[in-house]
């Protein structure tokens, strides 16, 4: 369960009529671990997921069909759009059901249907096929359900709007299935990806790709608001904020990453690097007056830009972070947009325990 919190908003209006942020646009996000159906447990701070974004609506969806399902949260605030997944395989068995309904004997096809699941332990899960989940928002039409170890379940009910209700035996887990008012048949390659092993996953770093960006990176001025400087060397994870000029939602993140700057100084270095070759030194020297964390540039940053392919790709969304161990090389963390507060704790704790 994820708690968004802000849809209640009121907007007053500055300078030049522009709008002012709402009473209740920066409560932490929610999320809560269900354990066995006895109680809820708060593991928001712990998962990452407790952003102070602006939160408006969440919606759940498995969108790499390996049986766990990702929550997708869109925001008031940039970075509008977050995916949060699940990390590490997935150790127990899942179904996956999409109703559809014939059109005569229930008008609104499969739109109310209830599923209910009895796992071999004895236990039931029930989901509802909904029109809408949330606040400009709707889950994935196609139900995941988690099985447990079961790798059969003893049985499948299928309660239609029409009234009919059918129930069905022995029904093989981790596999996809289409039910309508007539029959249950199995449609096979859902969950191809996971078992081939060829699912979407990150690009692994070539080994040693971060400790030559890095040794490339000392090799480049560094400026912060007082002036040029020398590259900060003082921890041993060192902080990346991949930007350019002309990428504004790097200027719309920078309060963010300027707040984790602050924050994590006693623990991380921090250092911007531009992945704009036109932004020379000159550049970078003005915007730095303006960050609270010295940025790299010079007229010649082809060897950094170079360097950090091996680190985010040819191509990465702006602005991009990496998290890196100056004493392994490591790429402890890496993404699109800012990290929480949360993800950079649990980067760090990694980095303590040399993971």
Not at 52 to 61: I, K, L, P
Not at 167 to 185: I, P
Not at 289 to 318: E, N
Request: charged share 20%; net charge neutral.
């Amino acid at each position: 369960m994820l708690s968004a919190k802000g849809n209640a908003s009121f907007f007053g209006f500055g300078p030049k009529g522009a709008a002012q942020m709402d009473f209740s646009g920066h409560e932490r996000k929610k999320l809560f671990c269900n354990q066995g159906g006895k109680k809820l447990v708060d593991v928001s701070y712990f998962s990452g997921i407790d952003s102070a974004q602006d939160g408006r609506t969440v919606a759940v969806a498995d969108l790499d069909h390996d049986g766990i399902p990702e929550l997708i949260v869109a925001m008031r605030d940039r970075p509008l759009f977050h995916v949060w997944s699940r990390t590490g395989a997935r150790t127990t068995r899942a179904l996956v059901l999409r109703v559809s309904g014939d059109g005569r004997t229930s008008p609104a096809g499969a739109l109310g249907a209830i599923v209910r699941a009895e796992a071999c332990d004895g236990h039931s899960l029930t989901r509802v096929v909904a029109a809408g989940t949330g606040f400009g928002a709707q889950d994935s039409a196609t139900l995941t359900i988690g099985a447990g170890t079961c790798e059969k379940l003893p049985s499948l009910t299928v309660r239609w709007p029409s009234g009919l209700e059918k129930t069905f035996k022995d029904v093989k887990t981790d596999e996809l299935y289409e039910v309508n008012e007539q029959r249950l048949h199995n449609v096979p390659g859902y969950f191809q990806a996971r078992r081939t092993g060829s699912a979407a996953a990150p690009t692994p770093v070539p080994a040693g790709g971060g400790s030559v960006f890095l040794a490339t990176l000392a090799a480049t001025p560094v400026w912060d608001a007082r002036g040029t400087r020398s590259f900060p060397t003082g921890h041993d994870v060192v902080y990346v904020d991949f930007w350019a000029s002309w990428c504004e939602a790097c200027k719309r993140n920078q309060p963010a990453v300027d707040a984790l700057s602050r924050r994590f100084a006693d623990r991380v270095d921090f250092v911007g690097v531009s992945l704009e070759e036109h932004d020379g030194a000159k550049a970078v020297a003005e915007h730095a007056k303006s960050t609270a964390y010295p940025l790299a540039g010079s007229d010649s940053p082809a060897a950094v830009i170079a360097a950090s392919r091996a680190i985010v790709g040819d191509h990465p969304a702006l602005p991009h972070t990496a998290l890196i161990s100056r004493r392994t090389g490591t790429v402890l963390w890496q993404g699109a947009g800012v990290p929480t507060v949360s993800e950079v704790e649990a980067t760090l704790s990694r980095a303590r325990d040399g993971g």
